[in-house]
């Protein structure tokens, strides 16, 4: 699974009240089970069986706020918005054309005011980021340095 990222655990750190996570690419949970212990509800998405069924059973031993879908994310289907969508690494392993349409598609399940957490190969930054500024939503990019683009989604209006 690896250690959790610096920079999402500050995030997560820096929130004051419970929120909906949706997990792209989660694998075993690496982040989605530290997101939980700290109250937040996620939702992983990954096309492992294997890694959803070890995030699921390590969230179900812990009492833990997580679900899971087995799902290839090019065509998942999702209900709702999420205060914040995570992905962390995970869009560099499909071509680009697929990496933004995932991008595109996904970006419409955040909630206003919500936030985008993206972390990907450096090379693939600029792409994301035009996929973020052509978003019919309003975003505001918060922070974008390396391979990291956190954005928030401005208020409908």
Sequence with gaps: MGKANADISAFFEGLDHPVRVLDIG???GRDALPIARRGHAVLGIDISPAGI???LAAAL???LPVTGQVADIRDVRIDGTFDILLINRTL???DRKDRTAVLSHMLGH???NGWLLLLDERSNMPGFRSVVEADPADWSID???GGLL???RQPDG
């Design 26 to 28: 989660c694998g075993q």
């Design 53 to 55: 069924e070890a995030m």
């Design 61 to 63: 031993a812990e009492g």
């Design 92 to 94: 560099h392993m499909l």
């Design 110 to 112: 955040v909630a206003a």
């Design 143 to 145: 922070r974008q340095k």
């Design 150 to 152: 956190f954005a928030q």
